[in-house]
Structure formats: structure tokens, C-alpha cells
């Protein structure tokens, strides 16, 4: 459980700080800071210190646990509490809850609660943070840029779907990664591997797309020597091969019905059989799904298990295709010359060549827009991109929009009227499902519950 989150040992014993700061050592937690005087520590919060968690003993000379509870939840409410006492009333606890405190725990407290209680606090934590991403105007910086390094933009869209990547990296949960072809799901999923406690160990991509099902279980689960014909030797499966760490199913909504149910039970048990042996193997494995596919709706044509679909979804990002993201074009353009080995950094390309790149609509997102540069590099001949290059590689599939008469065009409607009629018209294809309209039309949920009820939808 390995967490850079800073926290505050509060207690006026210095052997049960000691004992305890070596448990969280244990647990994979650096950023520790321990304070034998309740007053000290008060002072701290009020000078505007900060701390992610703090672990506070009951009864202390000068300041009970109780007051410094008070002035913590004041002075820092961003600071998750838990309280630690000698004695198991049931009545103290509950107070402690009522507030503010997140979690009571009684002493010696075992390193088992201390885990358990510390795993739910950063979980509610992560969530708290992922609702102030979608809150705030812009997200905060990231705390681990390094991972998400190979990922170039300047999009306030991307910067967010990466700092909620980020949050997600830090806590075990399944992440469902969704976008069209080519948007760069691979590339998020190896960033989150990258930015969690499991970088060191195994990142293993599957496309399950390309996966045949009467292979699925060897694949995946291995095999005893002699499981089948052909069988001469015993082998591991992917399950095997990426204990400890990250498993990525790439386009799993290619995935057979009757397989699914094979996966589920590895995800819901965190165990599997290996073929030719009935002995238990388990599985430490973080999971990261990828898909184009509208899940939800194959989930309405029977066509995926709902069950499959949550246990997957636990985290889910999405990622917004390049054409909604064109402020990235210029900078990936410039990544790519860089990577692209036949240029010798220096390739160029020409402001009007750039342009039409920035106006394509891109149906295959980014990869499309390294094979143009890559081939377009090659006609150059070692001189710049020019537009007439581009509009050769692009433009017989550009469609530019034909002039109308002005005799024949329709009578002009105000941006209200083709808001409503938009906002409709995605209402009633969804079946009138809220969340799903707000989460395609890319608005809040409250937003789209007041225009509804404007519109007499509520």
C-alpha cells in the first residue's frame, strides 16, 4: 500500500509513536511526521501546515484528542482524522464520528485495522479529489508527471482525464479506459501502471480482440504438462506472468459472451485454475480494460454482462478523440519529429501545412496523424512539410462543406432553440436515462436536470 500521502502521529507516549511510525513504514508510507505534544500540533494546523491523514491519541496533557480533533477539522478539513484510544467505548467512538473523525481505532491498534482503516480513508480521499477535478475549472498540477511524460498536451480536457488517472493509479480498483481507435488507450494504461505502487513489477498488454476463445483459459490461466495433446510441458498464463502487477485487456468489449463469465470470476474471486489441476492459484493483479465500443449499449443487446461491465468500471476515464483536442496538434506534430528517427531533428513543417493538419477531423485520432507525418516526411525529401503534401495525404477524404444558395437555406434558429433541440434529441435516444445523456452531451448532471425541467422533460 505504498502512498506519498503526508501524515501527522499525534500522541504524548514516544515508544507507541515510535512502534506505530514503524508500522506505517511497514505499510509503504514515507512522509511521516510525529508529534508528542497535543498543543505543538495544534499550533502546526493553525500556522496552516498541512496533512493528508492524522492519527490522534485520545488523552493527552494540556489538550484532550477531542479538542484537537476540533481544531484540526477548523483549521484543516481537508485532513482526514482517526482517533486512537486505550479504551473501546462505543460511546467515545461515535462522538469522535459526529465531529469529524473518519475512523476510531483501539490500542495496540494492529497492523490489520491500521491497513484496513488507512486503505478506506485514501479511498475516500481519491474519490473527493477526482469530484473537485470535475468541479474545478482547471485540474491541479500532477505529483508524478514523470509517468504521464510520454502522454504531450496542453488540452484543459486531457489535463483533467490525467490527473484523474493519476488518483486512480494510486488505489487497486479496475480502470475502464474508453475512447475511439487510435486516442492513446495503451498509452494511459502504461501511465497508470507507471504512476502506481506496482511499476516495478509486470505490465502485460492483451488483445482480447485477437484472443481465440478455444484458447482463452491456456492463455490465460495455464497449463499443467499434459493438460491436452501437445501439452509436454507445464506453463504459465497471463495471470501467472503478471502477478503483481497490471494486466491490460485492450479492446475488451471484443471480448465472447461466454468467456466473460471466465474473467469475472477472476476479478470478483482474485483466484483462477490452471488447466489440468483442481488447486487454487490466486491472482495479485491490477486490472485495466480498454474499449471503443459503446459498452452500455451492447450491455442492452445482451451482448455484455452488466456484472462484467461494473466490476471493471470501477475507475473510468475517457478520452476525447484528437479532433477535441486540436490545441494537441502542434505539440504532437513536434513529438513525433522528434521520435521520428529518418528526420535527424530536423524535420519541419510549414505554418499553412500545420493549418490544414489543425483542421482535419482525424477519424483515426492520433495514430493516424503519425502515418501522415511519417510518409509525408519521406516526400519531403529533407525539406519542410508543405501544404500541398498534406492536402495530398488528406484531403480526398476531407469533406468540405458545399455552398448553398441563399435562396434555399432554411430560416436561421437562435442557439437556444438548436440547444434544446440537441439536448432532446439525445434525451430520447437514450431511453430518457439521465446519466447517460449528461455523460454524452459532456455537461453535469444538475445542468442537464434544470434545462430539462425548463424544457417540462423533468
Known sequence: MQSDAKILLIDDDPDFLEIFKKKLDGLGFSQIQIVDDAVEAAAMFESEHFFDIAFIDMTMPGMSGMELLEIIKRSSPGTECIMITAVNDARVAVE??????????????????????????????????????????????????????????????????????????GSDIPVLITGESGSGKELLARAIHAASSRKNKPFTPVNMASLAPGLFEA?????????????????????????GGALFLDEIGDMALDLQGKLLRVLQEGEYFKLGTSSRSRADIRFI?????????????????????????????????????????????????????????????????????????????????????????????????????????????????????VSTLEPAVTLAQAEKSHILKVYHRTGKNKSKTARLLDIGLNTLRRKLKSYGEA
Not at 123 to 135: F, M, N, Q
Not at 341 to 369: H, K, Q, S, T, W
Open 96 to 169: 469522535c464520528l459526529n465531529m469529524g473523525a473518519y475512523d476510531y481505532l483501539v490500542k495496540p491498534a494492529p497492523r490489520e485495522s491500521v491497513a484496513i482503516s488507512l486503505k478506506r480513508v485514501l479511498e475516500k480521499k481519491r474519490l473527493l479529489d477526482i469530484l473537485d477535478i470535475e468541479k474545478s475549472g482547471s485540474p491541479p498540477a500532477l505529483k508524478n508527471p514523470r509517468a504521464f511524460q510520454s502522454i504531450v498536451t496542453r488540452s484543459s480536457r486531457m489535463l483533467k482525464v490525467l490527473k484523474e488517472a493519476e488518483l486512480h493509479a
Open 219 to 243: 492463455e490465460f490461466f495455464g497449463h499443467t504438462k499434459g493438460a491436452f495433446t501437445g501439452a509436454d510441458k507445464s506453463r504459465g498464463g497471463y495471470l501467472e506472468r503478471t502477478h
Open 289 to 405: 480494460a480498454a474499449t471503443n465500443k459503446d459498452i452500455e449499449n451492447m450491455i442492452s443487446r445482451k451482448e455484455f454482462r452488466m456484472d462484467l461491465y461494473y466490476r471493471l468500471r470501477g475507475g473510468r476515464l475517457h478520452l476525447p478523440p484528437l479532433r477535441e483536442r486540436r490545441e494537441d496538434i502542434p505539440l504532437l506534430v513536434d513529438m513525433i519529429f522528434r521520435d521520428f528517427e529518418e528526420c535527424g531533428g530536423m524535420c519541419g513543417i510549414d505554418d499553412d501545412a500545420l493549418g490544414e493538419l489543425v483542421m482535419y477531423e482525424f477519424p483515426g485520432n492520433i495514430r493516424e496523424l503519425v502515418s501522415i507525418i511519417q510518409s509525408t516526411v519521406n516526400l519531403a525529401q529533407g525539406k519542410s512539410i508543405s501544404k500541398s503534401l498534406i492536402q495530398d495525404r488528406i484531403g480526398h477524404r476531407k469533406s468540405a462543406p458545399e455552398k448553398t444558395p
